[in-house]
């Protein structure tokens, strides 16, 4: 019996994700605690998909692709909503979907041509740092939370500090304090970037000798 990939347990959570995305979305522009909470829920949901995903077995080329493109798409989508209420920092919001997306495709495209099981397999060889990031599932979750906080508690923010702690609202001292993680994550993603640029180049290289190789021997 053919198996039904959609419907394995991790996709269904995937479709969930984007399914309390699109309702943030809808309450963005007028209901931003409710916006916040299903961010933020399909953001936790994200945690969950992978464990699943090993536990019944039900790892699939379809889930590992929605995983990353519900990341990248819901992310996006909050950053176009601060270009619009924080228009003086738009072009550090542009940067951040721009790098976020260029990267993580690139990165997603090259380990797939290079034979990679997952854009979470990195080489022993490759950059130290990449390695540490990708198989420290505390380092990643740490990393990945801090970063949406630090774009939902922005936006929260700009409608109200929330409830005052130490003389500052815990809105705004949460996006403080996951800030510094924030640009970290984005100087990761530089980094993998530079990676899937250079394994490219590695497959090109390679390429390009062996048809070098051919052409000497037939000629």
Request: charged share 15%; proline share 3%.
């Amino acid at each position: 019996m053919t198996e039904n990939i959609y419907l394995f347990v991790p996709n269904i959570i995937d479709y969930a994700r984007v399914v309390f995305a699109f309702i943030s979305f809808y309450y963005m522009p007028f209901d931003p605690t409710k916006a916040s909470i299903c961010y933020l829920l399909s953001g936790f949901l994200d945690a969950f998909d992978g464990h699943f995903a090993r536990m019944f077995n039900q790892c699939s080329k379809l889930g590992a692709m929605l995983d990353q493109l519900i990341d990248r798409i819901t992310t996006m989508c909050l950053c176009a909503t601060l270009c619009h209420l924080y228009p003086s920092y738009m072009l550090f919001f542009q940067f951040a979907m721009a790098l976020d997306i260029f990267s993580h495709w690139m990165h997603l495209q090259s380990s797939a041509q290079k034979g990679n099981s997952s854009h979470k397999n990195i080489d022993l060889s490759a950059n130290p740092i990449l390695r540490h990031y990708y198989h420290n599932k505390i380092i990643l979750f740490t990393m990945c939370a801090a970063n949406e906080l630090f774009f939902c508690m922005l936006y929260l923010n700009y409608f109200t500090g929330g409830p005052v702690v130490l003389g500052i609202g815990i809105w705004k001292l949460l996006c403080i304090l996951c800030a510094p993680l924030a640009i970290i994550k984005m100087g990761i993603s530089i980094l993998q970037l530079g990676a899937a640029m250079e394994n490219y180049a590695i497959m090109d290289r390679e390429d390009r000798a062996r048809v070098a190789a051919n052409e000497k021997k037939i000629g």
